[in-house]
């Protein structure tokens, strides 16, 4: 089954040419595409994370590895133009959560989502995924005067906190194709005592205006994707034909203050 799979993942993960005007994270996979930095660590995620397996299983540890590679090296306009394209129906939604394959670095094999308590104590014991999870909590926590909305000037750095957790043991993702919402692959059913602290972790995600209004006001597409949006753009003009040697990506700033070469020795 795995082996069907593949191709249909492939080529919803790295775009194809005959993919339907509009879909903005068909656009925004295209982009990465033409960009070659971008298509390269691209390519090696998902060759990672759809690489041989035994049944039921995949090398998570290695796909997780590429994907935190991915978003702290890959064109930061290009990597969160594909993470939070924002989208008006549910093939598009469906593509923006194919993302990163889920199968492998989200969801795990069983039918049933581990405790968050599970993921949260291991994130803890993490030196990569410890610190990340501090920036997120900090980023993305409502401020007084934004009424539970993250600051138009927070909004950035929560976005690039959010980045930052995929690849790690608390790696979110959407939930489903009809919504922006968002989550960690845990629950709570078995979390006793501790109910509370796990409920709250899980709120992070699911109960966080700032991250929701972060999310859904997404407007950070670099100058490529505005010309492919352009409804009076030369129609014989392509994606394809543009890459970052010959058109730089001016104005990709939302990544700009992403602490790389700090997360670089953790990855």
């Known amino acids: 089954m795995a082996s069907c799979l593949a191709p249909v993942l492939l080529l919803l993960l790295l775009g194809s040419p005959g993919s339907a005007a509009r879909n903005r994270c068909v656009d925004a996979a295209e982009a990465c595409t033409a960009d070659a930095r971008c298509h390269r660590l691209r390519t090696a995620y998902v060759a990672q994370c759809l690489g041989p397996a035994s049944p039921g299983s995949c090398p998570r540890a ?42 492998c670095a989200f969801s795990g094999p069983g039918a049933a989502p581990p405790s968050c308590l ?46 930052g957790l995929v690849g790690t043991a608390v790696t979110p993702n959407y939930v489903d194709n009809a919504s922006a919402r968002v989550a960690p692959w845990c629950d709570c059913v078995a979390s006793g005592n501790r109910r509370e602290e796990c409920e709250a972790f899980r709120g992070l995600f699911t109960r ?60």
């Open 62 to 103: 290695r796909c997780r590895r590429a994907l935190r590679r991915f978003f702290a090296r890959g064109p930061p306009a290009l990597t969160q133009a594909l993470l939070f394209c924002p989208c008006g129906g549910p093939a598009c939604a469906e593509r923006r959560r194919q993302t990163f394959v889920p199968s």
């Open 118 to 163: 599970a993921s949260l104590d291991t994130c803890e014991r993490s030196r990569v995924c410890r610190p990340r999870l501090s920036a997120f909590q900090a980023s993305c926590g409502p401020t007084p005067s934004a009424s539970d909305l993250c600051h138009r000037d927070q909004a950035p750095s929560c976005l690039r906190a959010y980045a």
């Open 208 to 267: 966080n205006r700032c991250l929701d209004g972060a999310i859904q006001a997404f407007d950070g597409w670099p100058p490529i994707l505005h010309d492919q949006l352009d409804p009076h753009q030369d129609p014989e003009h392509s994606l394809l034909q543009v890459s970052s040697a010959d058109r730089p990506l001016v104005g990709s700033s939302l990544l700009s203050m992403l602490p790389v070469l700090a997360l670089q020795p953790l990855l």
